[in-house]
């Protein structure tokens, strides 16, 4: 069933690609249209949370970070935390800002949060060329390893589209939801070791804080970026096993409740 589920999904996808294209593209448009800084933004936001955190936690809290600058190894990490949280809140509130849409014709509902989440990757690729900048100031060379970037791209896209599914579909049912979304990201944020090293979270905590599936993303991100850092494939293959289920549990609850969408917008 399951298997029929899936398939049907990719195939209405795929015949409504023009309309994904479409929804991504306005949504780039609608992002930018009328700022003062266009797509800068892609670039300050990480950059000066970087900076924020560089201050307070690097040089007040005085955290280590594994003997690596400490701006490489925050920004190593928002890049792909910015790309995340920013895109899943967008996608959060997605189906109710496209209520007309929706209640006027057919079409693949998931195309909406899909689109969402696919057009925040501009922004993580402009974000992700300026750490490579950040590197040459702190004279880290790039290694082969950074070639392997845009692979561990693909289970924090598919860890974002089951996170989006998910929480579209409820805030339709649940209006509340638009408050409680960032207010878990902000949480979500610190249980993940973006401001901190996972050296210093005790051995038998690390199991626990592995169910985070951004955690094993993250310190793979990390470790393409360090030379001599190896990635924990141990941690990285719990983390996809966590983003598999996420991203299964999302699509099985949108497809349950896209049923009622029009209805209920």
Not at 245 to 253: E, N
Request: hydrophobic share 55%; net charge positive; charged share 10%.
């Amino acid at each position: 069933m399951f298997d029929a589920m899936r398939n049907k999904w990719f195939k209405e996808l795929w015949q409504y690609r023009e309309l994904l294209y479409f929804l991504v593209w306005r949504d780039l448009k609608v992002r930018y249209k009328q700022t003062i800084f266009g797509i800068a933004w892609a670039i300050i936001q990480p950059l000066f949370t970087m900076l924020v955190f560089f201050v307070f936690f690097g040089k007040m809290a005085k955290i280590p970070s594994d003997n690596i600058p400490y701006p490489v190894f925050s920004y190593s990490a928002l890049v792909a935390w910015t790309y995340f949280s920013g895109s899943s809140t967008y996608a959060a509130n997605s189906l109710v800002g496209n209520s007309n849409l929706l209640s006027k014709v057919y079409f693949p509902r998931a195309t909406i949060p899909c689109a969402a989440v696919i057009s925040g990757l501009p922004d993580f690729a402009i974000a992700s060329l300026v750490l490579i900048g950040i590197m040459a100031y702190y004279h880290i060379p790039p290694s082969w390893g950074l070639l392997f970037w845009p692979v561990v791209v693909i289970p924090l896209v598919l860890l974002a589209l089951g996170i989006s599914m998910l929480l579209s579909a409820l805030n339709v049912k649940y209006r509340d939801m638009k408050y409680a979304v960032p207010f878990g990201f902000q949480l979500w944020l610190f249980a993940t070791p973006i401001v901190y090293p996972m050296s210093i979270i005790p051995e038998h905590y690390r199991t626990w804080l592995a169910i985070n599936p951004l955690v094993g993303i993250i310190e793979a991100f990390r470790a393409l970026v360090i030379p001599s850092r190896a990635i924990d494939w141990v941690m990285l293959g719990m983390s996809l096993g966590v983003t598999l289920l996420v991203f299964l549990i999302g699509f099985l609850y949108f497809h349950r409740a896209e049923r009622a969408f029009a209805d209920i917008i």
